[in-house]
DNA sequence: ACGCATTATTTGCTTGTGCATTGAATGCAT
DNA sequence: ATGCATTCAATGCACAAGCAAATAATGCGT
């Protein structure tokens, strides 16, 4: 453990704290007003989102449950709880894909598109507010 | 909503996953290597060395509960039953403040100063690992 | 065709978290 | 002193998360 070490670590401590901090910070507002205004979990929206984004590259707007994962930090079994969640309340629709019968496909409905895109300005605001304009 | 809103919000989001993404990562890895080889959680970690911290201030080494809430972002019961479950394992223990009854400090022991020695460098071994080395 | 390791998803169980409420102590106004 | 709003901490409750086990479907070797 020499000095410069712990220099090193002061430095990547305080960078840990801020990163953390910041990002309580973001979570917490975020699921406030997406709860407060849209009804929806940060989580949930983050999965929304994700299916929206994918629509437009394949345009059948089907997921496998594992597709999904990567990109929302969540284990599997949240991830399975969480689409749950949405099916119920009518934003997605889960069904057997006919080629692997052990995958599910995810596809959003209308309402799911409809709640999602009246969400996500609700979350760009949030963002913006923390994470600065930076206008170009 | 003009095209470089566009520009900002497609900035500010991507600056928010990567944000996240980090985050998710450098938590899970705190988690699982304080938990294997220390038997602590990140949060109960956390907790310690804001004590720790705060001895070097104030070598009376004791704090209430809501010092601790400033710098550690937990709701004020996530924290009340933190500090129990520390106190349940020895590494803390909760007295009255004369001066107001209703307050609580909370002080470290020994054994929670050994804890915290014995799982700094585990917690500053993953940091580095993620945040970089950055040399001077 | 049959067993067996592997992959995809779900479910049981336990635990940690937040919100709202409660219980206790304080300060202030009357 | 008494009442009342306020503050600190703890608790009841509901819910989301992770781990491990269960379930189901594949693919491969024989």
């Known amino acids: 453990m020499t000095e410069i070490d712990n220099d ?19 979570v917490s507002d975020l699921e ?11 989580s949930e929206f983050e999965v929304l989102d994700r299916l929206v984004e994918g629509v437009c590259l394949s345009p059948g707007g089907k997921f496998r449950v594992q597709e999904l994962a990567a990109g929302v ?4 079994s949240a991830l399975s709880r969480l689409i749950a969640r949405l099916e119920k309340s009518g934003f997605v629709v889960r069904s057997m894909c006919a080629d692997d019968r052990r995958g599910v496909f995810v596809n959003l409905t209308d309402a799911g598109r409809v709640r999602h895109s009246e969400a996500l300005p609700t979350q760009r605001r949030v963002l ?3 994470l600065g304009t930076t206008p170009a």
């Open 8 to 26: 090193v670590d002061a430095d990547v401590v305080s960078t840990w704290r801020e990163l953390s901090a910041r990002h309580a910070a973001i």
């Open 73 to 76: 930090s969540l284990s599997q």
């Open 128 to 130: 913006r507010a923390h």
């Open 32 to 42: 406030r007003e997406l709860q407060d205004h849209h009804d929806l979990g940060v």
